[in-house]
């Protein structure tokens, strides 16, 4: 089980590391293994949120996210992008970006840098829109329920993610153009980039989020319809459930790689204080993409959600601070450990609640009783 998921993880890693050997010698393959760590550990809960979505998938679209989503992850992200951010924000064209990140990488990593307030505004809001949107729900399954059960109260005020998310932009935007004038005022016209970028994300994950709920919503329907057994002999349309299943699983997906693309902003920018060589900084990060979607697989065929219940909580609330943390970015800088390490104790608590939780259900069992699961307290 564990070959079949993660084959292509090894066979990447071995393939990468050879090429790093073969590009830059030992340096070269040290640089790129760590790289492949502060990817996995930076997007860990990456993983076990696009596990939460990819499970409603079937195996086909489970391939396509392991296939051509990887092409779109580590190509179109973590070696297409950084070249495109130098194009548009210096002016250039494709191939004059990527002759300058191989070229003048110093400089290049400089125009990098100099378009990171865009950058984060975009991921930040499109990761903090997931994160209230998922702590304003009302839930059966409760982790931290002295904060919860109050947040899903509030919740059934229409919007209010959306008037949190603008909010915490706006005050974004205007520190970062307070902060620029006092220091001479050589950045304040980058407040409005930050202001019209932070909207950029919140639009895109309406978008996406949306059409992806709106064909989620449209497939169970037709299931329940399909059910009776008289729908589909009545409707001559034989694409009802199959078709909108196809449109659920295309929006989805698409829904998933904005998603890794949110989350691999910090890492992409990260490893600049690692490497400035473009092919490195590739190399490595696709390794750790790669484990990352293997891992994503690995735990929706495990079924590793449904018996560790408070893991997707611990993801979403690491994805809330990296998403902080992204918009702090845009002033103030932070140490990738500090953002690698908060992702790693949130779920590492989550899961020891799971644990603790999973114990206290098999007591109960033992004792001949029958408690509902949703009530057993998780003790965080």
Not at 100 to 129: C, N, W
Not at 206 to 231: I, N, P, Y
Not at 252 to 270: H, K, N, P
Request: proline share 2%; aromatic share 10%.
């Amino acid at each position: 089980m564990v070959l079949k998921t993660f084959g292509w993880s090894f066979a990447v890693t071995a393939l990468g590391l050879v090429a790093a050997v073969l590009f830059g010698g030992w340096t070269a393959l040290g640089i790129v293994a760590i790289l492949s760590v502060l990817e996995i550990s930076l997007s860990f809960d990456n993983a076990v949120v696009n596990a939460g979505i990819l499970k409603k998938m079937n195996a086909f679209w489970q391939k396509i996210f392991l296939t051509i989503g990887i092409l779109i992850a580590v190509f179109g992200m973590r070696l297409v992008f950084p070249v495109v951010i130098v194009a548009v924000s210096a002016q250039l064209g494709p191939i004059e970006a990527v002759d300058l990140a191989l070229s003048d990488k110093d400089r290049y990593q400089e125009l990098v840098t100099d378009a990171h307030p865009a950058i984060a505004a975009f991921g930040g809001m499109f990761l903090l829109m997931i994160f209230l949107d998922f702590i304003f729900e009302d839930r059966d399954i409760k982790w931290l329920g002295w904060l919860e059960r109050p947040l899903a109260k509030l919740g059934k005020v229409d919007m209010l993610s959306v008037c949190i998310a603008l909010i915490v932009l706006l005050i974004s935007a205007l520190t970062f153009a307070t902060h620029a004038h006092q220091h001479g005022g050589a950045h304040v016209d980058k407040a409005e980039t930050v202001l019209l970028s932070g909207i950029g994300g919140l639009i895109t994950y309406m978008v996406v989020g949306g059409l992806s709920g709106f064909f989620e919503d449209r497939l169970e329907e037709e299931e329940r319809e399909h059910e009776a057994e008289e729908e589909a002999e009545r409707s001559g349309k034989p694409r009802s459930a199959v078709a909108l299943a196809g449109k659920a699983a295309f929006f989805m997906f698409l829904y998933l790689e904005v998603l890794d693309a949110s989350f691999s902003f910090d890492g992409v920018i990260g490893a600049f204080a690692i490497t400035n060589d473009i092919v490195l900084m590739a190399l490595g990060l696709g390794i750790g993409a790669m484990y990352v979607r293997s891992l994503t697989v690995y735990l929706v065929r495990q079924g590793t959600l449904d018996d560790y219940v408070y893991l997707e909580h611990g993801a979403h609330y690491a994805i809330g601070a990296l998403a902080m943390i992204l918009l702090v970015t845009i002033q103030y800088q932070i140490n990738e450990i500090i953002t690698g390490l908060i992702g790693v104790v949130l779920i590492g608590a989550s899961f020891w609640s799971s644990v603790r939780r999973n114990r206290a259900l098999a007591a109960a069992e033992g004792k001949a009783e029958t408690p509902d699961k949703t009530e057993v307290s998780s003790g965080v």
